[in-house]
């Protein structure tokens, strides 16, 4: 299983990024998918995720309002459209794939996570 994450970079406080995770060698349809990321000297920490057939979604507090999630089944591709850019988002980003019931307390938890796949760095200047 490879998770491809894609379109970190810099950006100046109140831009935009739309990262992109491109998965393989998984059923990708059966798999609720999301983001974490962390903070140079900081724990890891969930941003989003979203169900199976896109019905559901959960969001950090901390990116509600700002921050979305959605998939395209047909091209295996997750992504996460980040708007408001702050400098406190700066981090790197991973994606997550996931078979378990989508429930927020188990992304809370992230432990239980099938699949990561290598971070994209988000440098969001002031």
């Known amino acids: 299983v490879q998770l491809q994450a894609s379109g970190g970079g810099l950006v100046q406080a109140g831009g935009f990024l739309r990262l992109s995770c491109a998965a393989s060698g998984l059923t990708f349809s059966s798999y609720c998918m999301g983001w974490f990321r962390q903070a140079p000297g900081k724990e890891r920490e969930f941003v989003a995720a979203i169900s199976w057939a896109a019905g559901n979604t959960y969001y950090a507090d901390s990116v509600k309002g700002r921050f979305s999630i959605f998939r395209d089944n047909a091209k295996n591709t997750v992504y996460l459209q980040m708007n408001s850019l702050k400098p406190e988002d700066t981090a790197d980003y991973y994606c997550?794939?996931?078979?378990?019931?989508?429930?927020?307390?188990?992304?809370?938890?992230?432990?239980?996570?099938?699949?990561w796949g290598k971070g994209t760095l988000v440098t969001v200047s002031s």
């Open positions: 997550v794939a996931d078979n378990g019931a989508f429930l927020m307390r188990r992304w809370a938890d992230a432990k239980d996570m099938d699949y």
